[in-house]
């Protein structure tokens, strides 16, 4: 039995916590809406994103940031990105031993365009510092927690560490793979968030599965040549946290990012596509990051390009699409 504190009370935060519990760890979350906390407690559910499902009753949830950071040397930071600096400072000044960090957040920060484990690198001192990894992959929280099939991939600098969450994970229903690409696997992560807004537009705009087949295909293929170019391996992108993930996320009503494409696509603005949806969608800023990054090493990523003048230039969706239909003729 293994103690781990889930930082972020959000579906996947709750799935993966409901997953550990089950594989008989200890598990306190962290959050800060006192109706969740309140709910997990008494109740065992967690409604707000993860309705009609009861969890383990041993997990147990707080407010209390001290007692969170005191509970485990393992801590689960089930955060959206730009959350990340802010909580993970505020464990780094409340322990004094060294802690191993995992996360499951899928995004590119702004400006400085770190990938999540180095901005958890940024956030604590060395001596607190006992392993950073990931966990990655095609999974749906709404079907991990009802235990339906599902693989991902854990990754890490420390091969000790992505066993370590190879370990605290796997079970009968959730298979876990190790890659030793901690770029790819973060990468793949996060970009996919942005071909997945994209097809959520085509599928609004009435389009079928030839237009959402090319945007997955060409989508891998943007993801790909910025991965390279900074340093993944290009394998890891025929994997699961490549095009598995991918795939999931581009056609999925589960997936937050395609359904705020879906309403993008169907006419709506991006304040009102955003206004009945509870939940982050990473896609947003990733497009911004992915989009500036891009410039900076010179990569042509023309869908994220025409994403970009969707949701920050006001452009249309359909003068997006001819954009991109319309492009000079070139060999694939």
């Not at 760890?25 to 993860?50: A, C, F, P």
């Not at 993930?245 to 309403?263: A, E, M, P």
């Amino acid at each position: 039995m293994t103690e781990v504190t889930v930082f972020g009370m959000g579906s996947f935060g709750t799935a993966l916590a409901n997953v550990l519990s089950q594989n008989g760890h200890k598990v306190l979350m962290w959050g800060k809406n006192d109706q969740s906390i309140k709910e997990v407690n008494e109740n065992h559910q967690n409604t707000r994103y993860l309705s009609d499902v009861t969890l383990c009753e041993n997990i147990k949830a707080t407010a209390d940031i001290k007692e969170a950071t005191a509970f485990a040397d393992i801590y689960l930071i089930a955060l959206p990105t730009k959350a990340i600096r802010e909580i993970v400072t505020q464990i780094d000044q409340i322990i004094t031993s060294p802690k191993t960090f995992i996360h499951v957040a899928k995004g590119i920060e702004n400006n400085t365009f770190k990938r999540v484990s180095e901005m958890i690198e940024d956030s604590i001192s060395p001596e607190h510092n006992n392993g950073i990894g990931v966990l990655s992959g095609p999974s749906h929280a709404e079907e991990v927690v009802i235990k339906q099939p599902t693989t991902v991939a854990a990754s890490s600098k420390s091969a000790e560490v992505s066993q370590l969450i190879q370990d605290l994970f796997m079970n009968q229903y959730l298979r876990v793979y190790t890659n030793q690409d901690l770029v790819g696997v973060e990468l793949g992560g996060a970009l996919k968030n942005v071909i997945a807004i994209a097809s959520g537009v085509v599928s609004g705009m009435g389009f079928g599965d030839n237009a959402k087949a090319a945007l997955i295909t060409r989508g891998l293929a943007e993801i790909s040549r910025l991965g390279e170019k900074l340093g993944a391996d290009p394998m890891t992108f025929l994997g699961l946290g490549g095009i598995g993930d991918l795939i999931v996320t581009c056609t999925s009503t589960h997936s937050r990012n395609f359904t705020l494409g879906y309403k993008l696509g169907k006419g709506l603005t991006l304040d009102e596509a955003l206004n009945d949806m509870n939940m982050v969608v990473e896609g947003i800023y990733t497009t911004k990051s992915v989009h500036d990054l891009a410039q900076i090493q010179h990569v042509d990523m023309p869908i994220t390009n025409a994403l970009y003048g969707v949701l920050f230039e006001d452009q249309p969706v359909d003068k997006s699409l001819e954009y991109l239909m319309g492009r000079d003729k070139k060999a694939e």
